[in-house]
């Protein structure tokens, strides 16, 4: 009778979990918006179980599933964050944006299906270091501008390497749990968005460099 649950593996059960505490943390947006963020922490922990139990055991609904579970945690809990802390159509307007641009990068990553990198900075990336920003209520406007970078760089062509690094993933997942009870742990997770923000740029620059030498060596022979 209930047929789609055939299909359910463990891997899609954690997803849920990740949509169910990204709808939880859009329940408390705007009355509560340090639980709010704190949800959306949980969820990213979420996202990072399911993702190593697919590597385990196969999910027919597992991608489709996940990037429905992003667009909810990822995509509007981090929009309506932007809308909750300042009642301006330019907070608005940049909270519509990060959702599109979003929505935008998870549809894109499902059609690329690329293994080992990302072409656009991942939307939990950009959630996490949203939500660590108004974790530690950093200033509205530096908030906005972050958000608005981020969703320039979601539907960007740099490549972004997958991480895979157990102890890194581990490491990644105790801040994110000591934020619980250590709120300066959130400037650790801000900080390590940002360096896998920047993280591509040295191989561009390395590329843009090689380019220019090819250009010189060209035009001398010509």
Known sequence: MFGALNDIRAADIVTAFN???GFLGIYFVFSDLQLSALFLFVSVIMDGIDGAISRIELSLLGEDLDSLADMISFGVLPSLMLIAISDSWIY????????????????RFNILKIK?????????????FIGSLVYLEIANYI??????????????????????????????????????????????????????????FPAEVSRWLERKKGERLLSRLG
């Open 143 to 200: 908030i906005a501008i972050v958000a608005l970078v981020l969703s320039f760089f979601m539907i960007s062509n740099l490549r972004y390497q997958k991480i895979r690094d157990k102890i890194l993933l581990t490491f990644t997942g105790v801040v994110l749990i000591s934020a619980f009870f250590i709120k300066d742990s959130a400037y650790i997770v801000a900080g390590l968005t940002l360096v896998y923000l920047v993280s591509p």
């Open 116 to 128: 080992d990198e990302f072409v656009g900075y991942p939307i939990t990336a950009s959630a996490l």
């Open 92 to 107: 608005y307007s940049i909270g519509g944006l990060f959702l599109i641009t979003g929505m935008i990068r998870l549809a």
């Open 19 to 21: 949509a169910l505490f």
